[in-house]
């Protein structure tokens, strides 16, 4: 069992930057590959990046490769989606979630947990 906590979302300006957080309770994080999800209004949750339980694998959505870099840190049950040059685009809620995977998938039914959101909002 996972649970997932994100935090770090809020209002930025186009080209600015932003780092979002999730924490995770449970022993066996480690094992889990984690990926982070959004959702814009009116449209359907989308793939942003996932990355592997060792954190050597990583994987992003074409419109974010570049501009986005997810990251992990076991000891501290912490998954980390650093954002910059962001767009307007990029507005949503983020989700972060875990799959007892050893490769992320890109899909969400591939996770089991799934944590509360985080908006993120890019203002022209």
């Known amino acids: 069992q996972v649970q997932l906590v994100e935090s770090g979302g809020g209002l930025v300006q186009a080209g600015g930057s932003l780092r979002v957080s999730c924490a995770a309770s449970?022993?066996?994080?480690?094992?889990?590959?984690m990926g982070w999800f959004r959702q814009a209004p009116g449209k359907e949750r989308e793939f942003v990046a996932a990355?592997?339980?060792?954190?050597?694998?990583?994987y992003y959505a074409d419109s974010v490769k570049g501009r986005f870099t997810i990251s992990r840190d076991n000891a501290k049950n912490m998954v980390y989606l650093q954002m910059n040059s962001l767009k307007p685009e990029d507005t949503a809620v983020y989700y972060c979630a875990a799959a007892p995977t050893i490769v992320p998938g890109t899909t969400d039914h591939e996770y089991d947990y799934w944590g509360q959101g985080t908006q993120v909002t890019v203002s022209s």
């Open positions: 449970g022993r066996t994080f480690s094992s889990y590959a």
């Open positions: 990355i592997s339980w060792s954190g050597g694998s990583t």
